[in-house]
């Protein structure tokens, strides 16, 4: 268990720092010089960058404003809900902001925003995808949410967060103009998409239910070979009124290919129903940890 366990945060730390490198490039390289606002914290450091800039003449790096929004939230987290509460959450945060101060800010697009509205979606939406695989946020509008929902408990914490990041991008469009608030919709439409995605091909397996005379066979070779376990269920069929044995079994999309050669090879007419499964528990699969944070 301390193997699997010691597997898991390595992995998990892994794709917290590949995840806010990839967020930190669409910041960095697409949001912040291009005036796309899509909402969070990093957003209002857009905004406010962009403010400083043209009443001071000195930009307020996003970093700068990451930190310092971040920490009231987090001290706020801590003592209304706890240390748990934060977890790994604070080393997200903190990964995102050195590298958002690391990368330097590059226009890379130029004027092309449909452009730049798509690759940022798709970069930021793989990084976002990265991060909240290992259960972990950026902290930032998510944990205000989060906090707000402790007072309105009536109003749900993603019905919180719309609300909110709809504010920050509305503040996009006084500032940015609508054009440019446009493309940002888009991309954070792709964002969505491209996380979900992410989330949903971490976690996809896939689910036999075998029928079949050489059902033990079947299941011998399935155990042995591909070192995955199976169970037998007993089924009546409704038109002979025989009891008979279907297998059934949950694998990765790879190793379904194997489970159906495996099933023909003992019997050519077994009967097979394949079905997509999008999260596992368990050994084998997705380790069902109480506490990850």
Known sequence: MEVVLKKSKIRDYLFILVGTAMMAVSINLIYDPMGMVTGGVTGIGIIIKYLTHKAFDVSVPVWLTNIALNIPLFLAAFFLKGKSFIGRTLITTVSLTAFIYIIPVVKLFENDYLLAAVFGGVIGGVGIGLVLATMSTT???????????????????????????????????????????????????????????????????????????????????????????????????????????????????????????????????????????????????????????
């Open 139 to 293: 902290g930032g509008s998510d944990m205000f949410c989060a906090l707000l929902h402790e007072k309105w408990k009536h109003y749900s914490i993603p019905q919180l967060l719309i609300l909110v990041d709809g504010l920050i991008v509305f503040g996009g469009v006084a500032v940015f103009g609508l054009k440019v608030t446009l493309y940002a919709a888009i991309t954070i439409y792709i964002t969505a998409k491209v996380s979900d995605n992410i989330l949903e091909g971490l976690k996809f397996s896939k689910m036999a239910f075998i029928i079949s005379e050489q059902h033990q066979s079947i299941a011998n070779e399935i155990l042995h070979t591909l070192n995955r376990g199976v169970s037998g269920l007993k089924i009546e069929g409704m038109y002979s009124s025989q009891e008979r044995k279907m297998l059934f079994c949950v694998v990765s999309k790879k190793e379904m290919v194997e489970v159906l050669d495996i099933v023909y090879k003992n019997d050519a007419k077994a009967f097979v129903v394949v079905n997509d499964v999008r999260e596992v528990m368990g050994e084998g699969f997705i380790e069902n940890i109480q506490d990850k944070r």
